[in-house]
């Protein structure tokens, strides 16, 4: 089996793991013609975290929560991303659509999301809590890094909401989950507490970082909804949502938003100057660029390493394509430090600094080189 062949499985193989990761929206297919067909995507089942107890919330604090909610309620959108239309087996065309949630942050008509729920979109719209319905464009994104992305629509008449200091929560306040999960059902709100802050996640080759951690339950549609405090600031946005333990065990009240302080920087960067800065090497995205190895995959495929990134697409013109990486490469390590479970390369190269380059240490055809990459900070 030639080499392009063996990578082209292994993706396949892959391919439905990662619908696993975009907990909390929709995905819909799209005939003309035809009913919606709705599949509910649900994460990964890896979850190690105990299932908390169901939450109750004083009366006083349930009322300031209340007042709150309903100052928010009119600033979270639906965000619906068409993707390209494309004709199936049968000859059909079949369209996908991701509905999630947004947060209008500015006058401006700035919405912040999630970028799962955009991901590959031709077309976006965002859905107003009037029904009105807008186009929206993308402003920028920060994917890999984080699971940001900040739209850009008409700004007239628009309600916006506050980004608080997610710094301050502490395990046991009230919480709410707003979100607009589409399809005429309208907003959709869950109250609970902070779990807990400063947590990590693992999903689809990358660990989110600085996640507020909460009971408040959260479906299908939320991807983008914000998670705010009883003062009505919002302390995350909303991005995933553990249903089963490592052994399939269901589990409930684990849900995850990305915290508001880990997202400012990036969103006030995007907003002003149109792009956050990150290092660039051309192998980071997962799943186009790379895929990381396990030690049941690489058994499963006859690959000598049991962990890595194993290089599926190096980008054209890319720093990377400049310095000799390879499709087939397996890097192992970025500055000296392994890549593994704990630290896929995604997360390695995040805190690369302007001229700082990575050294990679990379597998060839069982041939160990270190290849220095100058990353282009984009």
């Known amino acids: 089996m030639n080499q392009q062949r063996s990578l082209s499985l292994i993706f396949l193989a892959l391919a ?21 067909a709705t599949e509910a995507v649900t994460p990964s089942p890896v979850a190690t975290a105990a299932t908390p107890e169901p939450t109750a919330v004083a009366i006083g604090s349930a009322e300031r929560l209340q007042r709150a909610i309903e100052r928010v309620l009119p600033a979270v959108v639906t965000v619906i991303a068409d993707g390209v239309p494309q004709r199936d087996a049968q000859g059909g065309i079949t369209q996908q659509r991701n509905v999630g949630s947004g947060i209008v942050i500015d006058d401006r008509g700035h919405v912040v999301t999630n970028f799962h729920v955009i991901d590959g979109a031709a077309q976006i719209n965002v859905v107003l809590t009037t029904g009105e319905q807008r186009p929206a464009l993308v402003r920028s994104h920060d994917s890999p890094y984080s699971d940001l992305a900040v739209l850009s629509v008409s700004p007239e008449g628009l309600r916006s909401a506050v980004l608080g200091d997610s710094s301050l929560l502490v395990p046991g306040e009230p919480v709410a989950a707003v979100s607009a999960a589409g399809f005429a059902i309208g907003n959709s709100v869950s109250v609970g507490v902070v779990s807990g802050t ?15 951690q909460t009971d408040a339950a959260v479906n299908s549609g939320d991807s983008g909804g914000a998670l705010i405090n009883s003062d009505g600031e919002v302390v995350g946005l909303l991005t995933t949502v553990v249903r089963a333990t490592g052994t399939g065990s269901p589990v409930q009240g684990i849900s995850f938003a990305q915290s508001s302080n880990s997202l400012r920087p990036i969103i006030e960067d995007i907003v002003l100057l149109g792009s956050y800065v990150r290092p660039r090497l051309g192998i980071e995205r997962p799943f186009r660029h790379h895929i990381e190895l396990t030690p049941e995959l690489s058994a499963s495929q006859g690959i000598p390493l049991p962990l890595g990134a194993l290089v599926i697409e190096v980008e054209p013109g890319s720093a990377a394509r400049e310095a000799g990486i390879r499709i087939g490469d397996i890097v192992t390590a970025v500055n000296g430090v392994a890549i593994d479970l704990d630290n896929p390369i995604v997360n390695l190269l995040k805190p690369l600094r302007p001229g700082e380059p990575a050294e990679l240490t990379v597998v060839r055809a069982g041939q160990q080189l270190s290849i220095a990459v100058m990353p282009r900070l984009e």
């Open 198 to 212: 400063g947590r990590e996640w693992p999903r689809n080759g990358v660990i989110l970082e600085d996640l507020v």
């Open 16 to 36: 439905a793991g990662l619908a696993g990761g975009l907990a909390g929206g929709l995905v819909v297919f799209v005939a003309p013609g035809g009913r919606d």
